[in-house]
Structures are given as structure tokens and as C-alpha cells.
């Protein structure tokens, strides 16, 4: 299973939160939260937010230790629809030395992507040079950066960054593509993005972002000297300001003479390296919420934002369904109508770049070549029903074939996800077709309402 109920269990025994009060608090079924701790399941992306702030309600630590243990390593390892939390989940560690007060308020008022996928890059480029005292960043490089964060999720899955946000725009102009899946966008392919970035020319507007973006960022710093000033005065006085108070006020960095460089001051970069995971999970936070609030229905945003270096097995999900292959004399694909072979495919019924998951319910053995046929695109309505049976009759099989214990571990999200009351009433085919009508539909037009191709036959 994934970090979330790794982080969970962790969370829970150093706080010394019992399993039964979170689920009483969460008002979820203790057996849940049983499975979420023993990584049995994952908590979804809404549940992740409600454990948040759950949590932060019986130990506002223990709420932060969760976030930070879920996110703070999400864009280093490259690794669910999470609404809105308030930011006071997340708080920086102190410092008698600097302004972090300011630092917690630098997304205030934000209303587009820019600044977000600035201070993304630079935790990355400082990582990358090792927090190296007297660090100078070239802001054609942080540019580079920002547009290679920002392609995953706008190439992968349409993700919208603002009705105005350039990012979108210029990767769609630059055309970048990979030559395999992009359902993982690994170190290889993201270093092949930076040398393609090398070597063309961006936009004009894409261009300007960096006589913006940088000024913008750190002018809380400033903000007595800045309030009210005419907007086409803000830069230069930033720029003037970070330079000449760079050792008394420290804002985060200054500029270089040409204003094409940023100077790292020294101390923030002490400070970043000895909280960087801390820092990376809360700028990743509320990158999140930022990002909830412009793709509303969008599913298991968070898994969408940041990418996984490599994709995890279906060696499970493949031996579920080769025993039901096994017990099963006639095992039709829903498409083709073929005797599915010991060589099948796994198909999502539902795109894997629409849900970003590997769940069982969503999974079925199809022909490889109908596999590849369908692609990302939503099937026909007239599939729906073949599905869910196929589901039920893996179901039934892998019920007379397994232990009730491993069966149970098996298809647990089914019933979570599916919302099904108890694990009889999977093998009821009118109450299966139901609970898959009353929670699959609606999920169809969303990815209908996203640009997901629907009404795909065979």
C-alpha cells in the first residue's frame, strides 16, 4: 500500500491516538481505520483531508507529523481528491534568526500557479546544488524547472492551473512527448524535458514570468515599503530593497545586477536544508489546495500532482484474476467477446489517468490488443453491466477459492469504495450493480466533463 497509511499508522503510535477514537471522531467504521493502519487499503483523497483535520482537532502535532509524513517526500520520490484544509495544519519551525512569520505568508492571496511552482523549483535546484552557501540561481533555469513540475499533471491529466495561467499554454506550445507511457514521468524523463528546454526558445509571455514571479514572491519582505506603490514600480523596488538590506532584513534571496540571477541567502539556505522536508510538504500542501480549488471534481488530485518515479506492480491484482482464470471455464473479455487467455491485459475500465489507482473494482482481463485499442477513453454505456457481472464473478470464484481472511484483505476496497454495507453483499449481484451505478456513473461525466473521450466500442 501507498505512504498515506503508512503515515497514518506512524502518526497514531507516536501520539498514542487510538485507532477507535480517530474513527469515532471521523465518524468512519473502526474496521476502516483497522485497514488504513495495517495497510491493508489506503485512505482516499477526500479521507486523507478529513484524517488532517480530524486529527488536528484531538493533537494539532500529531497533524502536522501526518502531513509531513504524507507529503513532505512526495516531489523527492516522485510519488487523493484532497478538498481544501486550512493552512493552520501546517505550521514552519521557528527561527531566531529570521522572518519565518513572513515565509508562512508568502501564498496569501495567490491566484495563479506562478509563485507555487517557483518555490517548488527552487527546493528543487537547491537540493540539487546542496544548499551550498553562496548559492546563485539563474532564473532561466528556475523557469525551466517550473515547466518541468508543471507538465505532469497538465500533460497526464489536464489538470487546469487557472482560467489565465500561462504554464498550461507554453507546454502545449513546446509539444514535449515521451516516447512511453507518461504515467510515470521518472528522473530519465524529466531530465530529457530540461535538455528540450535547452534547446528551444519559450514564448515571450513564458519569458516574463521571471521579471515577475521572483519580485512578487519575496515582497512580503518588504511590504511597508512596497504598500501602495504603482505595480509597475513593485520590481525595481524589490530588487533595490533585497540588495540593499540583505544581510539586515534577509529575505530569502536578492538579485544580481542584471536581474537575470537570484543570491541565496546563507541562512535561509541552513534553514531550508534543516527542514527541507518539513518546508517541501508545506509548500506542497498549499500547492494542493490551490490546485483543488481550480479542478473541483477532479478525482485523487494529489497522486495526479506529483508523479511516481516508477509505476507499482499488478502482480496482486494479476493473481486475483488468474485464479479466477483458473476456476473459471469461460472467462469472456466484456469487449471482444474473446476467451481471455493466460497472456491478458489489465484494463482500467476507468482510465488509470482519470482515477490514479489500481484498485480491484476498476480492474478487468481484456485481450492485449483491446487493451491497447482502448486506450484512456471511457467505454460504451452498453459495456457497463457486462462489467459489473465480470466483477461479480470474480467475486464469487475467488470467495469459494480463498480463505475468508485473505478474501476479505483482497476485496476490502470494494467495499469501501464502493460503499457496499457489508462483504455478502458483494456476491449479490442487483446490490453490486447498484452501489457500481450509484458511485461509477457520476464519475463517467466528470471524466466526460474533463475532455476523457466517452462512447468507445470495440
Known amino acids: 500500500m501507498g505512504k498515506a497509511g503508512q503515515s497514518l499508522r506512524q502518526t497514531l503510535e507516536l501520539y498514542g491516538i487510538a485507532q477507535s477514537q480517530l474513527a469515532n ?42 502531513i509531513h509524513l504524507y507529503l513532505g517526500t512526495l516531489t523527492q520520490s516522485q510519488t487523493r481528491q484532497a478538498p481544501p484544509v486550512s493552512a493552520s495544519l501546517q505550521t514552519l519551525p521557528d527561527s531566531d534568526r529570521l522572518n519565518v512569520g513572513v515565509l508562512s505568508r508568502l501564498f496569501e492571496r495567490t491566484t495563479n500557479s506562478y509563485k507555487f511552482l517557483f518555490f517548488l523549483a527552487l527546493l528543487k535546484l537547491l537540493q540539487k546544488n546542496r544548499f551550498s552557501p553562496g548559492l546563485t540561481l539563474n532564473l532561466r533555469d528556475l523557469l525551466a524547472e517550473m515547466l518541468v513540475i508543471a507538465w505532469y499533471p497538465h500533460s497526464a491529466f489536464r489538470l487546469s492551473f487557472g482560467l489565465q495561467d500561462m504554464v498550461a499554454r507554453e507546454l502545449d506550445r513546446i509539444d514535449f512527448k515521451l516516447d512511453q507511457s507518461i504515467i510515470t514521468f521518472s528522473r530519465s524523463d524529466q531530465a530529457k524535458l530540461r535538455e528540450h528546454l535547452e534547446t528551444i526558445e519559450l514564448s515571450s509571455s513564458t519569458e516574463s514570468l521571471t521579471d515577475y514571479v521572483p519580485f ?6 518588504f511590504a511597508e515599503e512596497t504598500k501602495g506603490l504603482p505595480d509597475q514600480n513593485v520590481n525595481d523596488t524589490v530588487w533595490q530593497l533585497s540588495i540593499e538590506n ?7 534571496y536578492s538579485f544580481s545586477s542584471d536581474k537575470n540571477s537570484i543570491v541565496l541567502h546563507d541562512e ?35 497522486n495526479k500532482i506529483f508523479p511516481p518515479e516508477k509505476r507499482e506492480s499488478l502482480s496482486h491484482q494479476r493473481s486475483y484474476w488468474n485464479l479466477v482464470l483458473k476456476n473459471c471455464q469461460d472467462l469472456r473479455c466484456i469487449y471482444s467477446h474473446e476467451q481471455v487467455e493466460k497472456d491478458f491485459s489489465l484494463d482500467h475500465f476507468l482510465p488509470w489517468t482519470f482515477v490514479a489507482h ?45 480463505s475468508t481472511k485473505k478474501w476479505i484483505n483482497q476485496v476490502s476496497p470494494f467495499l469501501i469504495d464502493l460503499e457496499v454495507e457489508d462483504y455478502e453483499n458483494l456476491l449479490d449481484l442487483e446490490i453490486l450493480a447498484k452501489q457500481y ?21 470495440f
Do not use: C
Open 358 to 402: 489500481d484498485q480491484l473494482w476498476n480492474l478487468i482481463p481484456t485481450a492485449k490488443s483491446v487493451n491497447s485499442s482502448k486506450s484512456n477513453k471511457i467505454p460504451h454505456d452498453s459495456y457497463f453491466l457486462e462489467f459489473v457481472r465480470l466483477q461479480h464473478q470474480g467475486l464469487k470464484i475467488t470467495h469459494a477459492n480463498m
Open 25 to 66: 471522531d471521523l465518524g468512519y467504521d473502526r474496521v476502516v481505520v483497522f485497514r488504513w493502519f495495517h495497510e491493508q487499503t489506503d485512505p482516499t483523497g477526500d479521507a486523507i483531508a478529513a484524517i488532517a483535520a480530524t486529527l488536528q482537532k484531538i493533537n494539532p502535532e500529531a497533524a502536522q507529523n501526518f
Open 216 to 221: 512578487r514572491l519575496i515582497r512580503p519582505f
Open 437 to 457: 451505478e450509484t458511485k461509477i456513473k457520476p464519475l463517467i461525466a466528470i471524466a466526460s466533463g474533463q475532455g476523457f473521450a466517452t462512447g468507445w466500442k
Open 246 to 252: 540583505f544581510e539586515s532584513r534577509k529575505p530569502l
Open 268 to 302: 535561509w539556505l541552513e534553514y531550508f536544508k534543516t527542514h527541507y522536508k518539513i518546508i517541501q510538504s508545506w509548500v506542497s500542501w498549499e500547492f494542493v489546495q490551490y490546485m483543488q480549488s481550480k479542478n473541483p471534481n477532479v478525482t485523487a488530485l494529489i
